[in-house]
Every structure is written in structure tokens, then in C-alpha cells.
């Protein structure tokens, strides 16, 4: 294993971490972490339980911010508050452990809600919502709210809502975690399909589901280092 992350040429990335460091509640998370992906990469991140896997996203995502360094999303720097704001409306999709659905609200409006800041018409919204759930196999339950939902459905509405967004980065934060084995691999699909568009992000605990990235990083006493065999 070699800290290579840094390799990649910067001016073609969709994102950049450039020497970035960050501490929470006096714990070091990440220390000078440099980093290049750009569009259909597919990046996947391992580590022990409370390494910084799910922090260093929340960074990426711009919802927090680094001590030291810089996070830029297809060149906007998450530092600045308009920049951030953008790359957050736009550039970035997050499809997090659990779903994270409002309650009250229909299948199709919650994927509505996740372009509710883009500059998109309500027709072209709405066609991109009905295509998003038919692209993970429910369209028919569009109007169904989240109590009506098995678990793996809701966690394709998560998917639906991040995909609908069209970002040029999609961000995963063990999406399959709480899935048995059949849905997590139908929800792993439709993820790797947005290579085509996107780069991917991907945190996860299976070594199996961890080797089918293109790239792989470990988070590992506050470093981010790249494996260098991934194939």
C-alpha cells in the first residue's frame, strides 16, 4: 500500500483535497490529506469502525469544514459560502447509510425535494423524478410514503433522489448497510451505472463490495492513503 493519492493530475478533477487537515472535539481525523477523482472514477473507502470514513464525506459534501486546506468540487472552493451552496445544489448527490426521507412526504416528492434549489423547470423536475424511480424499479410505488415502504424500497428512494440530481460526484456512505444481500446488490448496480456520468465515492466495511471500485482508499490513524493494486 502507498500514499499515491495526490498522483492524479489536479486541473481535470471533479475533485480535489489539497493538504487537508481536520480535527473534532480535540481527536485528529485527517492529517495533510491530498487527493484527485475525477469523472468515472470509482473510488471506494475502507477503515475501521471511527476511523473518519463518514467525516471525510461530510468534508467532500462540504458540511464540514477543514482546519487546514482545500476542498474544491469541480473548481469551486466548498470554503467559500456561494461556492459551497452550488456545488451542494448541483455538483454533489448523497446517499446515505439510512434514507433520510420525510415522513409526510410521497416517494416522487421526495426525490422532487432533492432538486428543489436547482435551476430546472417543475416540468423537467418532475420528468427527471418519474424517470429516477423508474430507473430503481419503483415506479409504481411513486405515491407510497415512507411508512409504506420496505426497507430496501426507501433506501431506492434515497438513490433516486441523489440520482435525479444528475452530480458529477455521488457521494455513498454505507448504502447497503442495513440491506440483506439481493437489495444491497440491486442498489449497488444502479450506483455503478453512474460511472457513465459521475464519480463515485463509496464508503463501505465489505471487502468484496470494496474491490470492485477502480480506485481504493483507506482511512487509517487520521491518513488517507491509496491502495495501489486495485486493478
Do not use: C, F
Not at 473507502?45 to 469544514?65: D, E
Request: charged fraction near 25%; hydrophobic fraction near 40%.
Amino acid at each position: 500500500m502507498t500514499s499515491r493519492t495526490g498522483e492524479r493530475p489536479l486541473r481535470s478533477a471533479s475533485l480535489v483535497i489539497n493538504d487537508v487537515s481536520l480535527s473534532l472535539a480535540g481527536n485528529q481525523i485527517l492529517s495533510d490529506a491530498t487527493a484527485a477523482v475525477s469523472r468515472g472514477d470509482y473510488v471506494t473507502v475502507t477503515g475501521r469502525s471511527g476511523s473518519g470514513k463518514s467525516t471525510l464525506l461530510n468534508l467532500i459534501a462540504g458540511n464540514l469544514r477543514p482546519d487546514r486546506g482545500v476542498v474544491e468540487i469541480n473548481g469551486r472552493d466548498l470554503a467559500r459560502r456561494r461556492d459551497r451552496l452550488l456545488a451542494q445544489r448541483g455538483d454533489i448527490g448523497y446517499v446515505y447509510q439510512t434514507s433520510q426521507l420525510v415522513a409526510w412526504m410521497s416517494a416522487l416528492d421526495n426525490v422532487l425535494l432533492g432538486m428543489r434549489y436547482q435551476d430546472v423547470s417543475s416540468s423537467s423536475r418532475l420528468k427527471r423524478a418519474e424517470q429516477a424511480l423508474t430507473h430503481v424499479g419503483l415506479a409504481r410505488r411513486a405515491h407510497h410514503r415512507p411508512h409504506e415502504l420496505s426497507g430496501g424500497e426507501r433506501q431506492r428512494v434515497s438513490l433516486a433522489r441523489a440520482v435525479a440530481r444528475r452530480p458529477s460526484l455521488l457521494l455513498a456512505d454505507e448504502p447497503t448497510g442495513n440491506l440483506d444481500g439481493a437489495t444491497g446488490a440491486e442498489i449497488i448496480s444502479v450506483i455503478e451505472l453512474m460511472r457513465l456520468d459521475a464519480a463515485i465515492i463509496l464508503v463501505t466495511h465489505d471487502s468484496a463490495l470494496a474491490a470492485r471500485g477502480s480506485r481504493r482508499w483507506i482511512v487509517d490513524s487520521s491518513r488517507l492513503h491509496e491502495v495501489s493494486d486495485v486493478q
